[in-house]
Every structure is written in structure tokens, then in C-alpha cells.
């Protein structure tokens, strides 16, 4: 069993910065892939980045595209998401998720961690 633990949230003001960190125990980290996700209140939650096993594969939503970038360390069992240019719509709860080789659907999942841009 995997398990994830986000930190790093917290308010910031539009245009700021935040660093989110999850953190993996229980598995063999560097054989997930790891995803980010996000849920603003009244919405559902959507994809924000994902990153493969091996580090060289990343994707973005369009709408954080050129403003967050996901990473990860396989030595330290973590995943980051670097925000920057942050706006008032990405005000959300920031999930971390992990994936085992091969599938398509995210197995596990953090706690969540919440995020707040005020204007």
C-alpha cells in the first residue's frame, strides 16, 4: 500500500509562488507514475501535470501550461509541483497521485493539500 503525503500549501497573493511537495512511502516509487490534481470548491477535480517513472515524460493542463512544472525525486521518494504565476482560479485543493506501471487510472491518493490565491 502506498502512501502519499502533500505539503506546501498555503495563501498567496496573484502572481506569487508556491512549491508543493508529496511525499511516497510503502511502494517502489520510482516505478509510479505521478500525477497532480486539483479541486476548487463547487467543482470537480481535474488533472494539473503528471510525470512518468523514468522523468522524462511531464504533462500540463492547458490551463497551468508554462506556469507550473512538475518534478520528481526517485533517491528521496518525492514528487513537486512548482507554481509560479499563480491566479485566483487556481485556488484549489492540490491532490498528489500515484499510478502503477502500466495503468491508465490513478491507484493511489494524498490527502490533499489546499491552495489560495487571494487577489
Known amino acids: 500500500q502506498v502512501q502519499l503525503v502533500e505539503s506546501g500549501g498555503g495563501l498567496v497573493q496573484a502572481g506569487g509562488s508556491l512549491r508543493l511537495s508529496c511525499a511516497a512511502s510503502g511502494g517502489t516509487f520510482s516505478t509510479y507514475g505521478m500525477g497532480w490534481f486539483r479541486q476548487a470548491p463547487g467543482k470537480e477535480r481535474e488533472f494539473v501535470a503528471a510525470?512518468?517513472?523514468?522523468?522524462?515524460?511531464?504533462g500540463y493542463a492547458d490551463s497551468v501550461k508554462g506556469r507550473f512544472t512538475i518534478s520528481r525525486d526517485n533517491a528521496k521518494n518525492t514528487v513537486s509541483l512548482q507554481m509560479d504565476s499563480l491566479k485566483r482560479e487556481d485556488t484549489a485543493v492540490y491532490y498528489c497521485a500515484a499510478r502503477r506501471f502500466g495503468r491508465q487510472l490513478y491507484d493511489y491518493w494524498g490527502q490533499g493539500t489546499l491552495v489560495t490565491v487571494s487577489s
Open positions: 510525470i512518468g517513472a523514468s522523468r522524462d515524460s511531464t
